[in-house]
């Protein structure tokens, strides 16, 4: 996994509620089309799984549909925004400690009632 900042180059919507975004930072732990980033955003506690469209150089493209308050939000996001952007290179760690969260926040929230 990587974490870093990336600064939205373009946003044109492709439809009413398809969007291509285009970002650029450092793209060093992208392998290609298809790899997920995790995107943060303010105000939601986990963060958005994208899949990434194209990579070229520094900057990447991702196409994502509005479906709910986090795609609302980035799809009111302007250039010259930046987004706090997770590579993920490791989908299986990644699976592993979201399970681990989940079960983390069950045996918590029993415990709160």
Do not use: H, W
């Not at 373009?10 to 009413?16: D, F, G, I, K």
């Not at 899949?51 to 010259?80: F, P």
């Amino acid at each position: 996994m990587k974490q870093g900042l990336f600064t939205i180059t373009e946003q044109v919507a492709l439809t009413a509620t398809v969007y291509r975004m285009r970002l650029k930072g450092d793209t060093s732990a992208v392998t290609g089309p298809g790899q997920f980033v995790n995107i943060l955003l303010d105000g939601l506690y986990l963060r958005r799984p994208i899949s990434v469209n194209d990579c070229v150089g520094d900057e990447l493209t991702i196409i994502y549909k509005v479906v709910g308050s986090g795609t609302q939000q980035m799809s009111e996001m302007k250039a010259g925004e930046k987004l706090d952007v997770l590579v993920v290179t490791d989908p299986l760690r990644i699976a592993f400690y979201y399970i681990l969260l989940v079960i983390y926040r069950q045996q918590n929230s029993l415990f709160s009632i």
